[in-house]
C-alpha cells in the first residue's frame, strides 16, 4: 500500500512552507521551532517529498523550497530515516527526476546527490544503472534532469566512482558520456562535458582509457555556437595540459590556435577558462619552445584583457574619487593571518633570510576588493609568469604596444598599461633598464592622475621596481618616489590610500638605511594618516610602520622620532579591548618598534608587557576552560596569545637586560611552561622563541626552570613541524651558551635528535643552519659528551654553515668544533676537506679563533706529512687552496 498524505497534515506543512518565505524575523523563528517539532515525525518527510514530486498544483517556489527542506534534513539525520521513508523519497526522485520545470528537476538533483553522499551510493545500488538509462529518454526533461543529477554525484564522488567499491561503473559511464558529446541540444552537450571533466585530474583508468575518443570529441565541439559548451571544452583542455599533455602535443600547434581565439570569446566566462590554459602552459617545461611563435598574437591578446570591464569600474567605483570619510563595512575587511616568529641567521650577501618553509605571501594584488578571479587578473596573472619564462625575449611583443599604452588619452587604457608594465617588472627587469629612467618619472607622474584608479596602479607598477629605484643615486628616482607616495598615502580615496602604503612597504623593505635622511618627514606623513584613516586602511598603515621600524633599526631611536611615533601608538593600544583582533596588526607592529628603539622604548615598556602577559593568560585559562567543559565554553582564539608571545619577544630583544624587572615582576615563566605544552604548534613555535630571547636577556629567571624545560624542548625537536622544530633548536643553543658545563645532564636528550636532523635529506636550510649552530655550541660547553659523535655530523655541519655570514653564533658554534676536534681528532678525518671548505668560509675571524684554525690545519699537515698534504690539497677548488694559503699559510 503506496503512503499518502493526511489533508490537515499536508496544509500544516503547506503553511509552514508559505510562512518561511517571509521576511519577517520573527516568523522565521517560529518556523524554526515548528521544523524542529515536526521532525519528531518520521513521516514529515513523505510529506516533503510529496509537495516537491506530486503537488504539481502549488507554485515551483514552494515545491523547490520543500525539497530543500528535505535535502537538509537528509544531511542532518538521514541515518535516522525509517527504511520505508528513505525508500519512498528515492524511488519519488527516480520517478520525477523528468519534471517539466527546470527548477524542480535541479531540486531533485541536489537531493539525489545529498542522498548518494551519505554513502548512499553503496547502498542504493539501482541508482546509477537507472540515472544512465534515463540518458537514453525520447523526453528531452528526463534526459537533461538525469544529466544534471549525475553531474552533481560525478562532482560530490569522483574519486568514489573510480574505485572498486562500486565495482567500476566508470567503465560504462564515460563511454556514454561521450556519447552525448554530439547531442542536439547544447545544454545536454555542456552536462556531458562537465561529467567527464571531473574525471581528468584525477586520471581515472576509464578515461585515460578513451582519451583520444574524448580529446577527438572535444576538438569536434571547438565550434559550438554555446559559451557554455565552449566554456567546458576550455576547462578539459587546460586540465588535460597538466595530466595528459603528452596527448596533446601532437595537436598543440591548432590548440594553441583556438586558444587565441577563445581568450577573446565574447562571453568573459569563456574568455577566463581560456586564459587559464596560458598560465597553465607556462607551468609546463615545453612552453617556450611550444608558444615562440605565437608570442606576436597572444602578447597583444592578454594585454586587450588587462582593462578593466566596465562591470568592473562600476562595482569598484571607478567615478568616485573621494570616499575617505565613509566607514568601512566588516566584510571589506579581509582576515589577516599573523606570521609567528621564526629564528634566521644572516646569510652572505643579503639580510636573514625567512625560513623556506614559510611562504611569502604574494603581493601580486593589485585589485583586493574584486577578489573574485576576472579576465583582468588572470591576464595580468599569465602575462607575469610567461616574462617569468620568455624574459627578455618577451619585450620585442611588448614595448611597441606600451608606449601606446601608457600615454593613451583614455584613461582606462592607460590604467592597463601601467598594470602591464608592473606584471613583467620581475621576468623582464634586465631588458626594462634602459627603459627606466623614463618610464620612472612618467609613473611617478602618473601618481597625480585625476582617476583613482590609475594612481592606485601606478603604486603598485611603481613598488615592482622599488629593487632599481634604490640602486640609483637618490636624488634621481628615490626622493621623489616617496615624496609623491607619501603624499598618496594621504591621498582622499580609500582604495589609494591602500596601494600606497602597501607600495611604500615595499620601498622601506628595499631601501632600508638609505631612509634615514627622510625620517621626519615620513613620520609625520604616517602619523597624520593615523588620524584620517577609517579601519581597513588603519590596518595596512600598521605594517607600513613596522616595516620602517624593521628597516631603519636603531636609526628609529632619536628623541624627536619617538616623540611622533609612540603617542599616536599607544592611545591606539589604550582605546583598543583585549577581544579586539586589531590588536593583532597593532601588537606586530609594536613588536619592530620596540626591536628597534631598544632603550628608547623604555617609558612604554611596563603597560605594553603587562598586557601581553594579560593576553597570554585569558587564552590560557579560557583554553582550560574549553577543554573541561567543551558544551558551556567557547574555544578561545590562540592567535592573540601568539602575537602576545611575539611582542615579547620584540620587547626582549629590545629591552635585553631591562627587561629583567618586568619578568621579576610576573608569572611569564610559568606561562611559558604551559605555552611549550600547547597542542598548536603555532603557539609552541612563538614560545620557543620567547624563550631564546629571555634567555639572552635575563637567564637568571630561565635557569631554575631548566630542568623542568630541557625534556619539552627535546620533545619539540620533530622536523615534521619545521618552524616549532627551528625555534626549539635555536633555543637549547642560546641555553647551552648561558649553561656553560652545567649543560651536561640534558645533552642526552637533545643531541641524538640534532644528529639526526642534521642528517636528513630535504631539511630546509634554515632548520640546517640552527641545528649546526646548536650542535657547535653544546660541544663547546660540552666537549667530552659531544666530540664522540663527531664523524655522525661534521660533514653537514660544514657544508651548512659555509654560506653564514660571520657573527656571534657562528663564532660559538666554530669554537665548539675546534674543541671537538682537540678532543676526538679521529672523527674530523675523513671528511677534512669540509672542514678546510668551512674555515676559509670566514672572512675576519677573531685572533683566538683564528689561532685555533691554525693549530688544526697545521697539526692534520704535519700529522699526514709534506708529501701526502700535497696529494691532498690538490683536490682543493682554485678559490679554496688560496684562501687557506693566504690566511692560514697551508
Known sequence: MEWQPDEQGLQQVLQLLKDSQSPNTVTQRAVQQK??????????NNYLIFVLTRLKTEDEPTRSLSGLILK?????HYQNFPPTVADFIKQECLNNIGDPSPLIRATIGI???TIASKGELQTWPELLPQLCNLLNSEDYNTCEGSFGALQKICEDSSELLDSDALNRPLNIMIPKFLQFFKHCSPKIRSHAIACVNQFIIGRAQALMDNIDTFIESLFALAADEDSEVRKNVCRALVMLLEVRIDRLIPHMHSIIQYMLQRTQDPDENVALEACEFWLTLAEQPICKEMLSGHLVQLIPILVNGMKYSEIDIILLKGDVEED?????????IKPRFHKSRTVTLQHEGGEGEEGEDIDDEDDDDDDDTLSDWNLRKCSAAALDVLANVFRDELLPHLLPLLKGLLFHPDWVIKESGILVLGAIAEGCMQGMVPYLPELIPHLIQCLCDKKALVRSIACWTLSRYAHWVVSQPPDSYLKPLMTELLKRILDGNKRVQEAACSAFATLEEEACTELVPYLSFILDTLVFAFGKYQHKNLLILYDAIGTLADSVGHHLNQPEYIQKLMPPLIAKWNELKDEDKDLFPLLECLSSVATALQSGFLPYCEPVYQRCVTLVQKTLAQAMMYNQHPDQYEAPDKDFMIVALDLLSGL???LGGHVEQLVARSNIMTLLFQCMQDTMPEVRQSSFALLGDLTKACFLHVKPCIAEFMPILGLNLNP???SVCNNATWAIGEISMQMGAEMQPYVGMVLPHLVEIINRPNTPKTLLENTAITIGRLGYVCPQEVAPQLQQFIRPWCTSLRNIRDNEEKDSAFRGICVMIGVNPAGVVQDFIFFCDAV?????????????FYKILHGFKDQVGEENWQQFSEQFPPLLKERLSACYGV
Open 72 to 76: 537538509n534534513n537528509v544531511k542532518a
Open 720 to 722: 615534521e613541524f619545521i
Open 840 to 852: 676559509a668560509s670566514w672572512v675576519n675571524p677573531k685572533d683566538d679563533l683564528r689561532d685555533m
Open 35 to 44: 521544523l524542529e517539532q515536526l521532525n519528531q515525525f518520521p513521516d514529515f
Open 111 to 113: 537531493l539525489i546527490t
Open 652 to 654: 626582549a630583544e629590545g
Open 324 to 332: 575617505e570619510a565613509v566607514p568601512d563595512s566588516d566584510q571589506d
